[in-house]
Structures are given as C-alpha cells and as structure tokens.
C-alpha cells in the first residue's frame, strides 16, 4: 500500500516523498511544488559486471543515475528532481537501511544533478562560518563533527555534504540532521541520547539526532584529517587542495 505523499526538508531543498522519512522535518508545503519527488515505480536492477564490487552497482549518464543494492533494491535519481525507488522485497520499505540509500547515495546523485559540489565529508557550523572535514572512510569526520556538536556548535550535515555556489560565497546547505557513529566514538564522546535503528545494515553504528532549525551558510574552510602523532594544521597549495577535494 503507497502512503499519502508528505512533504519534507532537506539539503535546503522541498522534497515530495511517499516513502515516510522520520529523520527529516516535515513541513507545510503551502501549495509549493516540489523541488524532488520521491515515488516507488519500476527501476531497472543493474547488471552485474566485471569491474563491480561489493553490495552496489551503479551506472550514470549526466541526467541519470541507477544504483542496485542486494537485498534492497534499485533506485534511479533523473534531473535532479526524482528519485524512484524499486524493493526486492516489500518487508525492505520500513528498513533504516532503504531511507539511508535514499536520503544519503539517491540524494549525492540528486546535488550533482542540480549542479552542487558534493563532498563526503561533515559540516560543523563555527561563528556563523562552515568548517568542512574530509579524509578516508575511517578518517574519524564523524567524530569530529560530534565533538564540536558536543561543545555547542552546529553540525550541518554528516556523510553527505552539498555546496552550492548560486548565492556569491558558497554555501553548505543542511543535510539529513543525525550523526552516524561507531559505538566506541560515542562512549569516548560520552554521548547518551545515540540510538540504534532497526533494519540498518553493514558495521555497527548509532545515530545521534541533530536540530531541525538550520539553514545554508557560507563555507569557511576544508579540513582533510589525517592520522598522526600531534595535532596541527598544514596548509596545502591550491593544486593539492583541488585534487583533495576530486578525491
């Protein structure tokens, strides 16, 4: 049974979605249309290929994008403004593992479409300035982002971070308002409010719920964080900062 469509907000954008979203705010449309759609319809699985690795499979043109996910499904993300999911199985739709697909892989897809510069990455909003933190899979952007969200700042986003560049300065737009953490980052953090949902997938992780209330602000600075044995800051020339960032 398809539920009502309902509207939310997130990556600053009007999102129009049958699939229900509790991690983000609902809002009233005020006969608004939608910036994107998201509907369940007929997606085409991926084939399987020889270059493909792990659990998802993705093909991409510039206007759209298909990814498979085994024991998910597939959804494919056209024009930056619809996102179409399809199940393996309909038990997968009230899965946290279905809703991270959607609103961080489908919604990556979705930013570029609309012309953003989307990093993997955490956003930590400073004195009214954005500080963007990159690095590898284990980099510790999370943590990072937790431990400023621990001392009264604002985190803006966590995984998936959109720029858009159509306002003068770029802006980091608020991405979906929960942080996903390995459980030891949390104890260490002393963080008691963190939750593990049903039906997520892969390693164990916990989530910690951010605010609401946020909104684009202008970017500052990207931080790449590396392991080493001291803390401090290294500039990189601009040529290593760009190809920081095309990694």
Do not use: W
């Not at 737009?173 to 260490?188: S, Y």
């Not at 989530?207 to 931080?223: G, K, Q, T």
């Amino acid at each position: 049974m398809v539920a009502n469509p309902t509207s939310y907000s997130v990556y600053a954008l009007h999102v129009l979605s049958t699939l229900p979203l509790p991690e983000v705010p609902v809002i009233n449309s005020n006969g608004r249309s939608p910036d994107v759609q998201i509907r369940a319809g007929d997606v085409d699985p991926v084939t399987t290929e020889s270059n493909d690795t792990g659990r998802r499979r993705v093909r991409v043109t510039r206007n759209n994008c298909r990814m498979t996910y085994e024991g998910i499904g597939s959804v494919r993300v056209t024009n930056g403004d619809t996102v179409t999911y399809s199940l393996s199985e309909p038990s997968v739709a009230e899965t946290k593992a279905l809703r991270r697909v959607i609103l961080n892989h489908a919604f990556a897809a979705v930013l570029l479409q609309r012309g953003l510069l989307v990093l993997h990455a955490s956003a930590v909003l400073i004195d009214n300035q954005v500080a963007v933190f990159l690095g590898h899979r284990t980099a510790g952007k999370s943590t990072t982002a937790a431990a400023f969200c621990k001392c009264g700042d604002q985190v803006l986003g966590d995984d998936v971070i959109g720029i858009r560049f159509d306002m003068g300065a770029p802006q980091v737009v608020p991405g979906v308002p929960e942080i996903r953490l390995a459980p030891d980052a949390v104890a260490e953090l002393g963080i008691n409010d963190a939750v593990e949902p049903t039906g997520d997938r892969g390693p164990e992780r916990l989530y910690c719920r951010l605010s609401d209330d946020r909104s684009p602000a202008a970017l500052y600075r990207c931080y790449r964080l590396k392991n080493a044995e001291s803390v401090e800051l290294v500039s990189q020339s601009r040529t290593e900062s760009f190809f920081t960032l095309l990694k």
